[in-house]
């Protein structure tokens, strides 16, 4: 089963056969909404709006563990995440789709993990989180957008870089770039423009609210996570004022260049798994089992029992 988390200005499923609704209740509270299950050809789908059905989540409220908890719940493996973001580069402009394979975190209040609280005493996990995404599913995602969009990047870079040049957004189709560290800051305001610079300054090339702590929380849950970026401004670096119009109409304009990538990805995605994110908890449990207590291991059975 796929797991489809859709951002901003993504809010309903694909067009899936047999669907239905399920809603699961978590260790960690609720998810943001019912998921929505059904099949995209052969293969199973489960979606969940990150901010809810009607954006009622902000960035930092969102509930990441319950989302993803209860992805895995169900019987999902692979994640593939969308999130509106803004563009630190003059040759990413908006509606661009990205695949980063990067992460750099700014956030400050949000639950970071699994294993952390009350529902965790007693067991201390260190999950490797070098590469944040996936890379075996990555890049099967930026191939697959950029079949489903049939550009050049190497023109469209050049053409778009030219169009930033001018003061103008493009407005004549999606690009799809492969690669690119995305900042997360904690929001939900947006960059203050020196902020921004210094964003630039350390080479960041996209900006946004939601990757973490999605990204650690599907690490430890043992799920592949890529993300599909679609972006929306060029934040405040540029010398324009971000405004929330502006993100929601390019964030509209990419959902379809995002579904049409994510049709490809999952009608091409090959059946079993490629990489390590199986077992990447594995060998990162520092407690040994007997000192963690029976109510903890109990909590946490569908993310370490296995290995207690």
């Given at each position: ?40 050809g052969e293969t199973e789908v489960a979606f969940l709006p990150r901010h809810g059905r009607n954006h009622e989540f902000s ?21 593939i995440s969308s999130n509106a973001v803004g563009s630190l580069r003059e040759e990413l402009s908006p509606q661009t789709i ?211």
């Open positions: 089963m796929i797991g489809f988390l859709g951002g901003s200005g993504i809010y309903e499923a694909l067009d899936l056969d047999g669907v239905r609704e399920e809603r699961v209740e978590t260790p960690f509270g609720d998810p943001s909404a019912p998921l929505t299950i059904g099949h995209l960035p930092t409220e969102v509930p990441y563990r319950a989302n993803i908890h209860a992805l895995k719940q169900v019987g999902v493996e692979r994640v990205v695949v980063p394979d990067g992460i750099f975190d700014r956030t400050s209040k949000r639950p970071q993990s699994f294993f952390e609280g009350e529902e965790s005493e007693g067991i201390v996990v260190h999950m490797g989180f070098a590469d944040p995404y996936c890379p075996h599913l990555a890049d099967h995602v930026a191939a697959a957008a950029s079949d489903a969009l049939g550009n050049d990047s190497d023109t469209e870079a050049k053409e778009s870089a030219g169009d930033a040049a001018n003061g103008t957004e493009r407005t004549d189709g999606t690009r799809t770039v492969a690669g690119g560290t995305y900042v997360c800051i904690e929001g939900p305001q947006f960059s203050t423009r020196a902020e921004s610079e210094f964003y630039r300054a350390q080479g960041f090339d996209l900006v946004g609210m939601t990757a973490i702590p999605e990204a650690k929380l599907a690490r430890e849950a043992e799920l592949c996570y890529v993300t599909l970026a679609g972006v929306t401004d060029y934040d405040v670096w540029h010398d324009r004022e971000v405004t929330l119009e502006e993100v929601l109409e390019n964030a509209a304009a990419n959902r379809e260049a995002i579904t049409a990538a994510l049709r490809e990805a999952i009608s091409t995605l090959p059946a079993e798994r490629e990489c390590d994110c199986e077992h990447a908890i594995s060998e990162a449990i520092n407690t040994p089992t007997e000192a963690i207590p029976e109510e903890t291991r109990e909590h946490l059975s569908l993310l370490v029992g296995e290995y207690l």
